[in-house]
């Protein structure tokens, strides 16, 4: 398969226990609705939206993807995504996470086209050198990261065990930062 097309997957099962809230809910929607937009904007041809805990409707052209076992973990919403993905004809996924709403599609373009570009076909964002989201996870590899998902621990230990990823700097663009508690205004 040689298509060249990717889709995007924003996992959005979970919780958000030290959130308060399921982050898929977050700022009445307005972080759900950025990922979707970075990742259509940034090059995927299908976007994806793993749920879970809570169940909103996903702005267009998203589609739902449920985690009936999102209580599992991370690994549980990365197994649905990357199922659902297979079932389209896309050489790669394009991993994003619900929380880091500040990342465009400026920075999934620079690491969507990194991949592409790649021998491996596996890049990430990295923010001043710190590894975050996105990350793009060439088809090939799919079945082993499957293999070894567990618990709640997404791609990191596969990514981490491999010197083939191409570490895309993009702290230019965004901070990436993974947002895990409510700010309050004092």
Request: hydrophobic share 50%.
């Amino acid at each position: 398969m040689a298509s060249g097309h990717a889709a995007g997957v924003v996992l959005a099962a979970g919780a958000g226990t030290r959130f308060g809230m399921p982050k898929v809910l977050a700022a009445e929607g307005a972080w759900l609705a950025a990922a979707v937009t970075a990742l259509h904007d940034g090059g995927c041809a299908e976007v994806l939206v793993v749920l879970g805990a809570a169940q909103p409707i996903v702005p267009a052209p998203a589609r739902a993807v449920l985690a009936a076992d999102w209580a599992q973990g991370l690994s549980a919403s990365l197994r649905a995504g990357l199922a659902a993905a297979s079932r389209y004809a896309v050489d790669h996924v394009v991993i994003t996470v619900v929380d880091t709403p500040d990342v465009g599609a400026d920075v999934v373009h620079r690491v969507l086209d990194a991949a592409r570009t790649s021998t491996s076909g596996l890049a990430r964002a990295v923010f001043g050198g710190c590894p975050g989201h996105p990350v793009v996870i060439g088809r090939g590899h799919w079945p082993a990261l499957i293999e070894q998902l567990d618990g709640d621990v997404g791609a990191g230990p596969f990514l981490r065990a491999r010197d083939d990823v191409i570490a895309v700097e993009c702290g230019d663009l965004a901070t990436g930062a993974d947002i895990d508690v409510v700010q309050r205004k004092v």
